[in-house]
């Protein structure tokens, strides 16, 4: 089996979902259709401030903090740049097995880095 | 003013940013970051979170038909992009971590140094490579990909690996730090320094894009710098514009929309330096 045809399939995929998830919540966020835990007409007031004082602003949740906001339309859409953030990570879980050992364990680590990266 | 005119606006400027994107031949986040930057009220680190998101899609949607085809190499990207995804995590904790000014500062040079470097690079369609260095080969960096134009099978093999990993650690901590996604830097380092043929080394660029970026877009995620209004008009602007500017790739002349872009960077990446200079 070829890995990059492996790899390309999964990813085609996973890229179809991730972003139609995206752009679907993103209508039930911009049309009201689930109250935003940011009330969008607050929002031009907070994002001229940083990352981290629009949290403190907001009460905007950090790390995975969103995944207990899916009830609502703002944090529902980050479900969507959740997924397509972790297309990689899953095609790669995918093809380690299927890959020579020098480059399987280049990806191994590439999935530990990915990971770490998600939960820093 | 109200706030539905922002994603409107972005949405129109997305838009017209793909079309010239695809016709210049440059990713949509590096422009987007300085263009977006200088001229609407987001602060830095959202618009950064949403270059790097943009990057991510438009990689992401390319490489499966790269691949498929052969025009990217895993095996060429596994070692570029696991070094460069370590860097692009460290570039955004540091950018996310610098003051607001010190960023721009940095940006507008990047900007500018990027514009240079578009202008001066060549391109070498089929390098040689006479001596694949000890490193490379023991990586299996090397392969065979078919060329379409040619007609035939093209052996590649690279040379110079340790300096490459070197430039890919710098180019991830751009990416990173700027959001600006990394094709600028990564096809020169791929087919200048390491000698890939051009083609797969555009191709493997987007693959390697994929990777370190995704590293990256989890740091403002987890960072709460991701704000989907922003992320997703532009996401769905550039997407819609790349599909126009590839329909009219075949009667634009290349070299005078590349000349409109490298004018913009120049444009936004002066904004960027004066807004951090606070000029």
Redesign the interface.
């Given at each position: 089996m070829n890995?990059?045809?492996v790899?390309?399939?999964w990813?085609?995929i996973?890229?179809r979902i991730?972003?139609a998830v995206?752009?679907a919540?993103?209508g039930v966020?911009?049309f009201g259709l689930l109250e935003p835990l940011v009330p969008?007409?607050d929002?031009?007031r907070l994002?001229?401030?940083?990352?981290?004082r629009?949290?403190a602003a907001s009460g905007?949740?950090?790390?995975?903090g969103w995944l207990g906001f899916l009830g609502r339309g703002?944090y529902l859409?980050?479900l969507?740049?959740?997924l397509?953030?972790t297309?990689?990570?899953v095609c790669y879980a995918r093809?380690v097995p299927l890959l020579?050992r020098?480059?399987a364990v280049?990806?191994a680590?590439?999935i530990a880095?990915?990971l770490?990266?998600?939960?820093? | 003013?109200e706030?539905?005119i922002?994603?409107i606006a972005l949405f129109a400027l997305t838009f017209l940013m793909g079309i010239v994107a695809v016709l210049a031949g440059v990713g949509g986040g590096v422009l987007f970051v300085p263009i977006v930057g200088a001229f609407f009220?987001?602060?830095l680190?959202?618009v950064r979170?949403a270059g790097l998101?943009i990057a991510?899609?438009s990689a992401?949607?390319a490489?499966?038909?790269l691949?498929?085809n052969?025009l990217?190499?895993?095996?060429l990207a596994?070692?570029l992009?696991?070094v460069g995804?370590?860097t692009s995590?460290l570039g955004a904790?540091i950018g996310?971590a610098l003051p607001?000014d010190v960023v721009q500062i940095a940006l507008g040079l990047t900007i500018l140094a990027i514009a240079l470097l578009m202008w001066r690079a060549g391109r070498a369609d089929h390098p040689e490579v006479a001596h694949p260095d000890a490193l490379g080969a023991?990586?299996?960096m090397h392969g065979v990909y078919h060329d379409a134009a040619l007609r035939r099978d093209v052996a590649w093999q690279v040379h110079r690996t340790p300096v490459a990993l070197f430039v890919f650690g710098g180019i991830g901590l751009l990416a990173g730090m700027f959001g600006l996604g990394a094709g600028w830097a990564n096809v020169p380092a791929l087919n200048l320094l390491m000698g890939a043929p051009l083609k797969l080394a555009v191709g493997t660029s987007g693959f390697v894009l994929?990777?370190v970026d995704?590293?990256?877009?989890?740091?403002?995620?987890?960072?709460?710098?991701?704000?989907?209004?922003?992320?997703?008009p532009s996401?769905?602007g550039v997407i819609l514009g790349a599909k126009i500017g590839a329909r009219l790739l075949r009667i634009t002349p290349s070299h005078v929309v590349k000349k409109i872009v490298l004018t913009v960077l120049v444009v936004a990446g002066g904004r960027a330096l004066l807004k951090g200079l606070g000029i």
């Open positions: 890995v990059q045809i790899y390309a399939r990813l085609d996973g890229t991730g972003f995206l752009v919540t993103f966020y911009v969008l007409h929002l031009p994002w001229t401030l940083p990352a981290d629009y949290v905007a949740p950090t790390g995975w703002d859409n980050v969507g740049v959740a397509l953030a297309i990689t990570l093809i020579p020098v480059q280049l990806a680590i590439q880095i990915l770490g990266a998600a939960f820093l | 003013m706030w539905w922002w994603p009220p987001f602060h680190d959202f979170a998101m991510l899609t992401l949607s490489a499966p038909s691949l498929a052969g990217a190499s895993l095996r596994l070692p992009a696991l995804s370590v995590v904790l996310l607001t023991a990586l299996g994929s990777v995704t590293s990256a877009a989890w740091v403002y995620l987890n960072r709460g710098a991701v704000l989907p209004m922003i992320v997703v996401l769905i």
